[in-house]
Every structure is written in C-alpha cells, then in structure tokens.
C-alpha cells in the first residue's frame, strides 16, 4: 500500500469512529440547505431564473427571528412549552421577514424586468445588485459582527446513536424540516395554489389563458421560498448566529444541492440538500476545514459537468 | 377610495416615499449590533436643515424630495414620451457627429493628452495613488471584464481570480513567493509582465475549458465558487502562497537596458505613465479585436449560439479565446498591483472586488468600451473621494450597497448602460421585442 492508500485508510478510520455524530450534523445542515434550496428550485420553476438573492432572503429570516428571540428571552434558558412556543415564533417570525423580503426583491427587482421582457442577463445582474444592496445594508444597520441568538431551549444531549450524541437543536431542525417539507409537498400536489404553481412552471402562457393569474402566482411562490428561506435562516442562526453575510455560503452550498437533485424539483432538493449536507459533513474526516466549502463546491461542477439534470431530473411543472 | 390610490400621482407619491425612505437609510448614520434601531431611527430622526433655510428633521426633507420626485415621475409619466422624442430629434445631429469615427478619434485623443497630462493638474499624493491603485488598475480590470461579458456575453463573477493570479504570479518569477521561482531565478518585475500576461492567459484557459460548456446562470455561480476557491487556496497554502500574510517583498519595477537605467519607487506618478501605456496598448488591441474575425464570432454567438454553431463557429473555443484575453488585461492589473505595493495578500482580492469590476462594466455600458472606460472612472473617483472625505454616516464598506443598487437601477432603467455600445443596445432591445434570441443559449430556456 502506497501513501496515498495510508492517507486514505487512517481518514477512512477517522471516518468510522466519527461516523454517526458527523451523520447526525451533515442532515441537520443538509435539512437547512434543503429549506433554502426549496426557494431556488420554486422560483426557478416559474420563471428559469436563478435566484440570486435568494441568501439575502434568507439573511432576513434569520435577522428577524434573532431580534424577535433577543426581546422575548429574558437571562433564563427557556424550557418546556416555551420553548416550543418560542420556536415556532421564531420559525414565523423568520418565514414572514424572508417572505416580505422575497416580495420586495420581486417587486423591485425582478417585476420591472419581466414587464419589459429583459434578457436573462439583465435579471441575474439586477439579482447580484439587490443581493449586494442588501446585505451591506443590513450590516450597516445591525453591525458586521456575528451576532449569537439566545437559546429558545437548553441544547442538551436528548439521547444517543451508537455513542454518538443528538442535541436538542439538531431534533429541532430535523423535526422543523420534516414538517415543513411534507406540508409544502401536499400543498403543491393538492391545492388550488400549488395547481396554479405547477401550470406556470408547465407552460406560463396557457396557464394564463387558463385563468391562472401569473403575476400572483409568481408572487406566492416568492412567498413559499421566502418562508422557508427564512425558517433556515432561524434554524441557521440559533446553530451559527447571525451575521450580515450568513446568507452567501448556506446559499451557494443550497444552489448546489438544488441542482444537485434537480433544479425544478421540489423532491429533489430535499434529497440534494441532505446528501450535500452529509457528503459535507464527511469530508471533515479527510480534509483541512478550510477547503469544506471546496467539497460542495466540487460537487457542483462534477454534477454541472456530467449531470447537469441532477439525481432526479429537471421535473419542471410537475414540481411534487 | 380605490380610484383615488389608483391615481397615477397617488401610486408615484407612494412609491417615491418609498424610494426615499431608502435613500435616507443609505445615507443616514450606521446602527450597530447593539443598538440596532439606531440606524433606522438616526436616519429618519436626526436633525437636518431643510435645504439651508430652516433646521428641522432628516424625514421632512426626505418627505419634502419625496413629492417634488413624485411631481416629476408624473410629469414624466405624462409627457415622457413626447420629451425622449423632442431630445431623439435635437439630439440626432449631435450624435451622428458622435458616431462619426474622426470625431471619436479625436476624442479619444483629447481623452489621452488630458491623461497624460493629469499627474500634473493633480498633485496631490492621495489622488496620484488613486489614478494608479484605483483608477488606471480599475480601467484595466473593466476592460478585461468587458470582453467577457460585453463582448462574448459570459457572465463572470469571480474576475477578481485573474486579478489574483496575476499578482500572485509577479511575486512567484520575482521569487517573492515560499515557493521556489520560475527555473530558480528571481526575475526582475519589469520583465514578470510577460510572464505574468502567460501564466494568467493559461490559467483563463484552464478555468474556461471546463466550466464554459455550462449555460450562462450556472456559469455565472460556478465562476463565483472559482473565484471563492483561488482566494480561499492563496489564504491557506502557505507553503505556495504565503498564506493569509501574504507574500514577500515583490521589488519595484526596474529597467536596466544597454543605455536605458530607470527604476521605479515609491511615487506613483512613474506607475501612472507606466500603466497608461499598457491601458492604451489593451484599449487599441481590444478595439481592433472587437471588430476582427474574432469579435464578429463573439458578437454571433452572444446573439445566438446555434446559428453561429451551424454556420462553422467552434463556440467553446471563442468562449475560452475571450476568457484567455480578458484575463490578460486583468493579469497586467495584477502585475501593476504586486509591483507598485511590492506585496500582495489575499484579502485584495475577494469577491467584492469581482463585483466591484462588474458594477464598472454594467454602469459604463458592456460592450463599449469606451463606456467601461467612462464608468470605471466615474464609480473608481467617486467612490475614492468618498473613502477620502466621508460624509457622515458614511462607513467604507457602504460602498457596495451604493454599487448594488446601481446595478439594479441600470439593469431597469438603463441596461445598455451609461454609453451604451450600439449593438448591445440593439439585441437588448430586439430581445424585449421578441426578437432574435440574445442570451437564450446563454442563460437557456431549455436544459
């Protein structure tokens, strides 16, 4: 065995030992990639545009529910029904913030363009502006330090796999995400809403002779990826605390697991998500810390490169 | 009560007070982590005087602009379009004179001999230092930009590489490096220009030929992670690179030819003249490009990649020959960088600086370059006097919430930008129509 198979076997030990608790972490960031993942692959669906300021709408969340979680929590660590309570506000509070910020960003940046039938270049530099406005003005206001929020919970040790210990806060963002991905993959396959969703990503012209109004449909599925850009940017924060350019790794890490299930697809990006999340999470056993963002990163291109239609293909307009 | 809101004046008094207010949180006093509100209620609260008559708070005179901004918006709105048709009709002689090729010449010229004469018409240091750190580096890094995305149509977000690799270069073949220098001799900066212009050539061509195969979005995300990647390397290879401190001494230019024995110091002005030969030398060599074999291919694919496909135009190889050529601009950038602050750290080189250049090119007009010349002096002066003077509330890093925002309004109101290239303007303006199929293949509707 040669050196390199050396260097391979002792990671791949180091990888054995670690491997539930690194498990355990990779879904629970896999989880807040996917939820912001959601966003790209929702607004990529209606108008073939990626979202580039999708992470400022995220930011917003978690922003938000950093403020809102530093007023109500006094010097105690919450415990029992309130800190469900508390969660749940910060969740709200996070997915209002960010859903506001997507209808502005829309709004603003993005409506002015699709009335005139701008070339797709012009919405990806008017993206790139809004991104930049935001978030420097956000650290302008609030500072450019990172800023931890208080604890809703005390983040004790809940139970233990095979040794490996599962905090409260990862329980909180694995049962947060599962909820909310189930409820929006029922929303999109069964209501009026996610029909109007799914003709417009289908065909937006037919769709609005069919009556679809595509303006409010474009603006609601803004909303949807906003709310859950801003429930990720609550979970991100209470994991990492909050900072005026959070935003730009989680989403460049949720644009590659977007594309890495599929971008389009609802399903998808759930799976993209988790296993970036993971496969992330792994590569802490066999590189410097420094080059994790180079993992993801490289995992893009290879996909981009070999499968550029991701693990479950573009399912554009049937996005459940 | 809905007609009323419905009223054209109505709807622009609300949305200029909206554009006001954030106007005002641009300009007001910075807030703080623990203060948070401080910003908001500063900007809107603080005294202010009400135009030099009266003293009063910063939302009145906000509220004051507000409505005149909605008078004009509504008298624009109604008589808009009859004022673009009176200013196209006064303006049609004028700017056929523009269009003129001895009339641009000539002014290009003027341009030239006013730049070869400023170090003397401004002498101050600080403003010596910016026409090379930023003015004449910036043109040069806007100019490389343009070619890939004004003139092939390529959106590269992580321009600043080439900038990196550029400087990091010049401090290898200068032996400034931990790592031992190109064939073991510690060249002299004046001829790492060469070689640096190589070394970037081929790593533009390296970095193209994978990643160019991609549609325009995502090959916009992945020049963003490259660009992420080379300064995250520089910042922890510290047996190549240095690492986060940086390089060694990179020495100053020096020429020591058979009668020729000039060195380059501490002062800016020798950078200034030495730069604005090369800045000349890229302008003439990408005009003349522009509209050779070369430019026309460009120009083709940009507008639509298929046709350009059948009619025997290798896409990707134009695509990498503009990355190539747009590096090497942005390479010498790099030289003059190491050279001038014989020291380079990573921290120059982030991807504000790659957003930074592309606010230049948009703001300017991509395509023209004449346009991203313009802009690259304009965004470069103005936003030079403001880290030099600030107003108040003004913080350094604000810049780019001014930058972003322009991006936005140009890409709305303006897209061809300042000087606009004319045939930019006319795919611009084809595609809003319906027409032709810029940027189809590039951003693709299809997968």
Redesign the interface.
């Known amino acids: 065995m040669g050196a390199f198979g050396h260097y391979l076997s002792a990671h791949f030990a180091t990888l054995r030992l670690e491997f539930w608790g690194l498990l355990v972490g990779g879904l629970a960031t896999g989880f807040i990639y996917a939820m912001v993942a959601i966003g790209y692959t929702l607004v990529y669906g209606v108008l073939r545009l990626i979202n580039f300021a999708h992470s400022e709408i995220f930011m917003a969340g978690g922003f938000a529910s950093y403020f809102v979680m530093k007023a109500v929590i006094g010097s105690s660590v919450p415990s029992g029904i309130a800190s469900v309570g508390l969660v749940v506000l910060g969740i709200v509070v996070g997915g209002a913030a960010s859903a506001m910020m997507a209808l502005l960003l829309e709004r603003v940046a993005y409506r002015p363009l699709r009335k005139r039938n701008a070339p797709k270049l012009a919405y990806l530099i008017s993206a790139i502006g809004a991104s930049y406005f935001l978030f420097n003005l956000a650290g302008k206001e609030f500072g450019r330090y990172n800023l931890s929020m208080p604890a809703p919970y005390v983040n004790h040790t809940v139970f233990t796999i095979f040794g490996a210990p599962v905090q409260m806060y990862y329980l909180v963002v694995l049962l947060v995400g599962v909820i909310m991905f189930v409820s929006l993959d029922r929303i999109v396959a069964t209501t009026k809403l996610g029909r109007s969703i799914r003709a417009v990503a289908q065909d937006a012209e037919t769709a609005s002779l069919m009556g679809v109004n595509i303006d409010r449909t474009i603006a609601l599925t803004f909303i949807i990826g906003g709310v859950f850009g801003g429930a990720a940017g609550f979970l991100f924060g209470m994991g990492s605390g909050v900072v005026f350019t959070m935003g730009f790794t989680p989403a460049l890490k949720a644009f590659t697991a977007a594309v890495l299930g599929g971008i389009g697809n609802l399903r998808g990006a759930v799976i993209g998500g988790l296993i970036l999340g993971v496969a992330e999470s792994f590569s802490v056993a066999f590189v410097q810390a420094a080059f994790i963002d180079v993992v993801a990163f490289a995992i893009l291109l290879l996909i981009l490169m070999f499968r550029p239609t991701g693990i479950l293909g573009e399912r554009l307009g049937r996005s459940a | 009560m809905k007609d009323f809101i419905k009223k054209p004046f109505v709807t622009h008094l609300f949305s200029s007070i909206g554009v006001l207010a954030v106007i005002e949180?641009?300009t007001g006093p910075?807030?703080?982590?623990?203060t948070?509100t401080a910003?908001?209620s500063g900007s809107f609260g603080e005294r202010a005087s009400f135009f030099g008559l009266f003293p009063t708070y910063r939302f009145v005179v906000f509220l004051a602009m507000a409505v005149i901004l909605a008078v004009v918006w509504s008298f624009w709105h109604a008589r808009g379009a009859q004022i673009r048709h009176g200013l196209n009709t006064g303006l049609a002689t004028p700017r056929a004179v523009w269009q003129k090729k001895p009339v641009r010449a000539g002014f290009l010229l003027a341009l030239l001999v006013f730049a070869i004469l400023l170090p003397h018409i401004e002498t101050d240091p600080y403003w010596q230092s910016v026409m090379v750190e930023q003015i004449a580096v910036f043109v040069l890094l806007a100019l490389g930009l343009n070619v890939v995305v004004g003139f092939a149509?390529l959106?590269d977000?992580g321009f600043v590489a080439f900038y990196l690799v550029g400087a990091y270069a010049t401090a290898w073949v200068t032996g400034a490096l931990p790592l031992p220098s190109l064939f073991g001799i510690h060249l002299n900066t004046f001829w790492a220009i060469p070689i640096a212009i190589i070394i970037v050539m081929i790593f533009g061509v390296l970095l193209g030929l994978?990643?160019l195969?991609?549609r325009?979005?995502?090959l916009?995300?992945?020049t963003?992670?490259?660009g992420?990647?080379v300064t995250?390397f520089a910042?922890?290879q510290y047996g190549i690179t240095g690492g986060s401190m940086g390089t060694n001494a990179i020495p100053h230019f020096s020429i020591h030819l058979w009668f020729i024995d000039y060195a380059w110091g501490l002062a800016s002005v020798p950078y200034y003249y030495l730069t604005l030969v090369f800045v000349v030398i890229f302008i003439v060599a990408f005009s003349l490009l522009e509209h050779s074999r070369v430019g026309r291919a460009w120009t083709a694919i940009r507008e639509d990649e298929v046709a350009a496909e059948s009619i025997g135009i290798n896409p990707l190889k134009y695509k990498v020959m503009a990355f190539a050529i747009g590096a090497a601009s942005a390479g010498f950038a790099g030289v003059v960088t190491a050279g001038q602050t014989f020291y380079v750290n990573p921290s120059s080189f982030t991807?504000?600086v790659s957003?930074n250049i592309?606010?230049l090119v948009?703001f300017g007009g991509m395509g023209s370059i004449t346009g991203v010349i313009v802009g690259a002096i304009l965004i470069q002066s103005v936003s030079m006097y403001l880290l030099h003077s600030p107003p108040a509330g003004y913080?350094s890093?604000?810049l780019?919430?001014y930058?972003?925002?322009?991006?936005?309004?140009?890409?709305?109101f303006r897209?061809a930008g300042l000087v606009p290239s004319r045939r930019r303007s006319r795919?611009?303006g084809m595609?809003?129509?319906?027409e032709g199929h810029?940027?189809?293949v590039?951003?693709g509707?299809t997968?």
């Open positions: 949180l641009m910075p807030g703080s982590s623990t948070p910003g908001f149509g959106l977000l994978p990643t195969r991609l325009g979005d995502y916009a995300i992945v963003l992670g490259f992420e990647i995250i910042n922890n991807l504000p957003i592309l606010a948009i913080q890093s604000d780019y919430i930058l972003g925002a322009a991006l936005v309004l140009m890409m709305i897209p795919e611009i595609a809003e129509k319906g810029m940027d189809e590039l951003t509707d997968p």
